[in-house]
């Protein structure tokens, strides 16, 4: 079957029309050859006869008209008048040999499957199977002046035999150009797919190719799937080490210190892992580059981990500007610091001075406050460009510190016309903690939260211990952030855009310091915030290893309770 499919869609599809025609024409000169061959070597009486000769002579004619006649130039049904004319020769063929036991108008299935196969006018092809056969056994009855029914009755049986067989080729026939027209629609629409899924490939390729980004897609085995080329060039840049039975790319963490296997960044993202921004250096000396990296899992069809995607940022630049910066930040503060200490100093030994005018006085005072206001400022770039904060533990009241921080705050609340208070219930909270960083903290926080409130609004200072710590709470009810906004304000010079909107005077450095100043102390710094309902900022301060609980203790539930009590108010 498979050979006879093969023969058709190599050479009958490839044929034209007039070779396709003379094709069909074939067998049924080749079965009448067959019958003259039969009928020379057991009847040469019936070869002698005249209108088996005419026969043979006729059915020559058809099969040159077949090969003559340009069929492809004439009209689609032309053709089917081969298979009509063929019925005149099969016709004297079995009228020739009726006194043989041979069934030559058994002949009639050719031209019979020619019709019902063509698929070309049913109605009248399915008409022609029955009336050629039909035609083919009563005219030599006709001709011989026969007038009894019963032999025309009795010759019915072949045209209703191959009316029978021409209405189930024709069927068949259907069924195959239908089943042929689906196979070519889903042919046509596989193509497309091809075409389209091709287009969306090169669309793909060149995105990857374009950014200027190491991008990698993983399967399940760990085998790379698709990589761009700037990740071939990341790769070599990284190397390899051989070691522990594999080759690991040489990859090393910020400080240079080489990354063990499972830190990797592939090797993490094959677990499963999901992350953003870790920061990793390839290859070794002037060469090394610093990359952001970045990693989602991909999941299959029933949800298990079936490879993930990595992205490899060259932030070599970035970093270098940051660096830069930090140099630069310090450099120009230590320049800045040594003026206004003396400015300072001198301002000391003119306000000792007796007899300056009240006047004058005043003016001195404001000129006290402004370098004082600019020393911190200065401070707080030495801080942010060193990237640490040095703190000195000792035993200290937080809630003293609470209590002075927020006195302190007091006269800039009282100009925006905001409410200040002290909810922190406890009249000592001791602790293990640098007085005076805590206090700058809690500047800070009180500042900002000042700044960032609207006229009538509030701000609420809190301190209590948790469990194992010291909490600090400083609430508003201010313009608040979105949770975007909330989680990037301890980024250097950060400055949310409402802030920036409305003016409010800033250099983006209190925060960070506020969180340099938490984790020196081995804690933490939170912030949560609403827009337009307030801003919270949450520090845990933990106990010292050796410290036991102190007065005034709360259990880590009862001070979730209390905090979210406080948050939910706002």
Same mark, same amino acid.
């Given at each position: ?15 034209? @029309? ?57 009209? /689609? ?9 063929? $019925?005149?020769?099969?016709? %004297? ?42 035609? %083919? ?13 019963? !032999? ?31 196979? !070519?629609?889903? @042919? ?52 390899? #080490? ?8 040489? *990859? ?17 993202? %094959? ?6 921004? $870790? ?11 610093? $990359? ?26 970035? %970093? ?46 404001? #000129?006290?406050?402004?370098? !004082? ?28 510190? *609470?209590?002075?921080? *927020? ?42 939260? *000042? ?21 600090? !709470? ?12 909330? /989680? ?26 506020? @969180? ?23 520090? $845990? ?30």
């Amino acid at each position: 079957m498979r050979g006879w499919d093969w023969f058709v869609q190599m050479f009958v599809h490839g044929m034209s @029309r007039r070779q396709q025609v003379l094709l069909s024409q074939v067998p049924l000169a080749a079965a009448i050859a067959l019958v003259a061959g039969v009928v020379a070597v057991w009847h040469p009486d019936i070869l002698a006869e005249p209108l088996f000769g005419a026969a043979l002579t006729g059915q020559v004619l058809l099969l040159a008209l077949g090969a003559a006649v340009p069929w492809g130039k004439a009209p /689609a049904g032309a053709a089917l008048a081969l298979p009509l004319l063929d $019925f005149v020769p099969i016709g %004297m063929v079995r009228v020739a040999g009726l006194d043989t036991k041979m069934q030559l108008g058994a002949l009639g299935v050719v031209p019979v499957v020619w019709l019902a196969w063509s698929g070309l006018r049913p109605g009248f092809c399915m008409a022609a199977a029955f009336l050629g056969p039909l035609a %083919m056994v009563w005219a030599p009855l006709v001709l011989a002046g026969s007038s009894a029914p019963g !032999e025309y009755a009795d010759v019915m049986v072949l045209p209703a035999m191959m009316l029978a067989a021409g209405a189930v080729v024709h069927l068949l026939a259907a069924a195959t150009r239908d089943q042929r027209r689906a196979l !070519e629609s889903a @042919r046509g629409r596989l193509q497309e797919a091809l075409d389209a899924q091709a287009k969306e490939k090169r669309l793909l390729d060149t995105v990857l190719e374009t950014i200027p980004v190491g991008v990698q897609a993983l399967d399940a085995s760990g085998a790379t799937a698709v990589a761009n080329r700037q990740q071939y060039l990341n790769k070599a840049l990284a190397g390899r #080490v051989p070691g522990i039975g594999q080759d690991w790319p040489r *990859v090393f963490d910020l400080a240079g210190a080489p990354l063990p296997p499972h830190r990797q960044p592939v090797v993490r993202a %094959m677990r499963g892992e999901a992350f953003s921004d $870790f920061l990793v250096r390839l290859g070794e000396g002037p060469t090394q580059r610093v $990359f952001s990296t970045s990693a989602r899992p991909v999941q299959g069809p029933d949800g298990s981990p079936d490879g993930a995607v990595l992205a490899f940022s060259d932030v070599t630049s970035l %970093m270098e500007a940051l660096a830069a910066k930090d140099i630069f930040l310090a450099n120009v503060s230590h320049e800045l610091r040594n003026p206004l200490t003396s400015m300072v100093g001198y301002l000391d030994l003119v306000q000792e001075t007796p007899g300056i005018p009240t006047r004058a006085e005043h003016g001195l005072e404001v #000129v006290r406050r402004n370098a !004082e206001r600019l020393d911190r400022l200065v401070g707080d770039l030495l801080a942010a460009a060193s990237g640490g904060i040095d703190v000195r533990p000792e035993p200290a009241d937080v809630a003293a510190i *609470v209590r002075l921080a *927020v006195a302190a705050a007091a006269p800039a609340a009282r100009s925006a016309g905001v409410t200040l208070k002290d909810d922190t219930q406890s009249k000592a909270l001791p602790g293990m903690v640098d007085p005076v960083r805590i206090a700058q903290l809690l500047d800070n926080l009180l500042s900002n939260a *000042v700044k960032y409130t609207r006229p009538g609004g509030s701000v609420t200072a809190r301190a209590f211990r948790a469990a194992d710590g010291i909490v600090l !709470e400083v609430e508003d009810t201010g313009i608040g952030m979105s949770p975007e906004e909330a /989680a990037a304000v301890f980024t250097r010079f950060y400055r949310a855009p409402g802030s920036r909107a409305a003016r409010i005077p800033g250099l983006g450095l209190g925060l960070p310091i506020a @969180r340099s100043i938490a984790e020196a102390h081995g804690g933490r710094i939170e912030c949560t915030s609403t827009p337009g309902a307030g801003t919270a900022f949450t520090v $845990f301060l933990p106990d010292p290893p050796d410290q036991g609980p102190g007065p005034g203790q709360q259990p880590a539930a009862q001070a979730e309770r209390h905090r979210s009590g406080h948050q939910g108010r706002r």
